[in-house]
């Protein structure tokens, strides 16, 4: 039962620093959204706001679907070390037993002949 409160504050932990890393995304993609319309002098106010609005849009489009597929290797990566480590893990334990079945024979043995 101790082990949900930490496992709670993790997960709040994650969702926080997800959220603080997509806010500093969205400042980015604000911040060269600007950049690039500074040189076109010739545009009005308004021409200026929707050409950054539509690149900082393309932007959070773009930085989503790179973490989507980030996320969905992060899962087959962990999937794949987790069948991993159960081959590993029975393959230990079949050769502790068998190391232990040979001792027990080599002692009942040595125990029969005395």
């Known amino acids: 039962m101790s082990g949900r ?4 504050a993790g997960e709040l ?3 926080v620093e997800g959220y603080l890393l997509w806010q500093a995304r969205v400042a980015e993609a604000e911040r ?7 040189p076109m002098e010739w545009l009005t ?4 706001a929707e050409i950054e609005g539509h690149y900082v849009a393309d932007s959070l489009r773009r930085a989503r679907r790179d973490l989507e597929r980030l996320a969905a290797r ?4 962990r999937a794949e070390y987790e069948h991993r480590y159960q081959q590993l893990r029975r393959r230990c334990m079949g050769l502790a037993l068998t190391v232990g079945a040979a001792f ?7 125990l029969s002949v005395l």
């Open 5 to 8: 409160p930490e496992r709670a």
């Open 13 to 15: 932990g994650n969702t």
């Open 32 to 38: 060269r959204a600007q950049e690039f319309v500074q």
């Open 45 to 48: 106010t308004s021409q200026r």
């Open 74 to 77: 992060s899962l087959s990566l």
């Open 104 to 110: 027990l024979t080599t002692v009942a043995t040595v």
